[in-house]
């Protein structure tokens, strides 16, 4: 079974501030989601990287597909309190289930007005 | 309603009750998923459902039974659960087609169970 770790588990910030949160595996991603859960939803989709080295920009948001695939960060300019929410990675594992989504356990993101 | 819609979105129930959870989603799609998110744990797969046939059980207790009519519709029936089982039951769905792991789950604003 494919474990994420995903890093930091918490982050508190200022509005204005840039921040990066890390999605590590030891083995290889055959594609790889971020999501965002804010307080009493459901996580909604933010990106999907499928190329090593694919660098995706969504706004303030950067999404970074490391060259191996085993790797992804997520990278927010000048965060605002809007941001604030649970940021989860998913991935399948290659070879693996087309259904299954092995979930991170996700970086709990505060921005402070 | 659009989107993926469920009910209810607070159950407390006592180890002995029985109760269902219901999952719509307005979207057409193929795949539907019951998940559980539990405080300190990753967001776990519990059922898949792909064209109303159950094509994943991650080792899930049997007092916890999935039940698909329709594409459109996900129930997950609870009876004789632990305490340990409260949680947040988040229901998606996906369309299933090409690239495999391209696929984008929508997902509902979950039910909050509670076992006392």
């Known amino acids: 079974t494919q474990l994420l770790e995903q890093s930091p588990q918490f982050l508190s910030i200022q509005e204005g501030e840039n921040l990066t949160v890390y999605c590590n595996s030891s083995?290889?991603?055959?594609?790889l989601q971020w999501y965002r859960q804010e307080p009493g939803e459901g996580p909604v989709l933010l990106v999907t990287?499928?190329?090593?080295?694919e660098v995706k920009k969504l706004k303030r948001l950067t999404f970074q597909f490391g060259d191996a695939r085993k790797d992804s960060s997520l990278h927010i300019t000048a965060a605002q309190p809007g941001d604030t929410g649970l940021y989860l990675c998913?991935?399948?594992?290659?070879?693996?289930?087309?259904?299954?989504?092995?979930f991170g356990k996700g970086t709990l993101l505060t921005v402070n007005p | 309603e659009t989107g993926v819609t469920q009910t209810p979105r607070h159950l407390v129930m006592g180890m002995t009750n029985k109760k269902s959870l219901k999952c719509e989603q307005h979207?057409?799609?193929?795949?539907m998923y019951w998940y559980k998110q539990s405080a300190k744990k990753p967001l776990e797969l519990m059922f898949v459902?792909?064209?109303?046939?159950?094509?994943e059980n991650n080792s899930v207790p049997s007092r916890f039974s999935p039940e698909c009519p329709n594409s459109s519709h996900l129930f997950l029936h609870l009876h004789t659960l632990q305490p340990e089982d409260s949680a947040l039951y988040l229901c998606?769905?996906?369309?299933?087609?090409?690239?495999?792991?391209?696929?984008?789950?929508?997902f509902g604003p979950g039910t909050r169970l509670t076992v006392l």
């Open positions: 998913a991935s399948r594992t290659t070879g693996g289930s087309n259904y299954k989504l092995t």
């Open positions: 083995s290889v991603f055959s594609s």
């Open positions: 990287v499928v190329t090593g080295g």
């Open positions: 979207l057409g799609h193929n795949a």
């Open positions: 459902y792909s064209l109303e046939e159950r094509v």
């Open positions: 998606a769905s996906s369309q299933i087609a090409g690239l495999a792991g391209t696929d984008t789950q929508y």
